[in-house]
């Protein structure tokens, strides 16, 4: 069973849609348990980081979100990949889940590209692991970035910025575009995905 975490920031609809479009079985739930008991877990987002974080420990979903991320397949999306790092400039600044290390920012404004990015933007990628083909396209809707760093897979460039698009570590792969809103490409990461083992050896922190 996948479980989407539904933390209240999440594109909830439209990511279960494009899972059972790809064949997957899908649960969306705020509970802690459930997602404990996951196969594998979803980890959408849009909004604010500071309501993110805030729903989080309301409902209880920290600590099992950081351990669903180091010991199964797991998928983190928009905001939801930002959260994975240890800050965000985001809200006057935000301490997030600190599962990756690396640190999030805003765009700078730069003469003619709007922020936030709204639309296609393409992926160079360097991913063993096939989740990603270089110079694919995804649709990006994002005023912050994840800082390159040792776990980038994809980067992707925008106002004068260079930054990772999609990080994998463990059986954690995050992506700041949206795979359910990229059409064919998009789906074809979320088969991938569900096709991932979930016997594979965690090399945990």
Not at 2 to 29: C, H, K, M, P
Not at 139 to 145: D, M
Not at 163 to 174: I, N, P, T, Y
Not at 183 to 189: K, N
Request: proline share 5%.
């Amino acid at each position: 069973m996948t479980v989407i975490v539904d933390y209240r920031a999440g594109n909830l609809t439209s990511v279960r849609l494009a899972i059972e479009a790809v064949g997957g079985t899908v649960q969306v739930s705020s509970d802690p348990s459930t997602v404990a008991a996951a196969d594998r877990v979803v980890f959408p987002g849009v909004g604010a980081a500071k309501s993110a974080m805030e729903n989080l420990r309301e409902l209880g979903l920290i600590d099992v979100v950081r351990d669903a991320a180091r010991s199964k397949p797991f998928l983190g999306i928009c905001l939801g990949m930002q959260i994975l790092f240890d800050r965000t400039e985001e809200d006057g600044g935000v301490d997030c889940l600190g599962i990756l290390p690396g640190q999030v920012r805003r765009f700078p404004n730069v003469t003619g590209c709007k922020v936030p990015e709204i639309g296609w933007n393409s992926v160079s990628a360097n991913d063993p692991h096939g989740f990603l083909n270089d110079g694919e396209e995804f649709y990006f809707v994002h005023s912050y970035y994840v800082e390159l760093n040792p776990f980038a897979v994809g980067r992707t460039s925008y106002a004068g910025v260079e930054f990772a698009s999609a990080v994998r570590r463990w059986q954690l792969f995050a992506t700041q575009f949206h795979p359910e809103k990229s059409g064919r490409i998009g789906l074809a990461l979320l088969r991938a995905f569900l096709n991932m083992p979930t016997t594979e050896k965690q090399e945990r922190p």
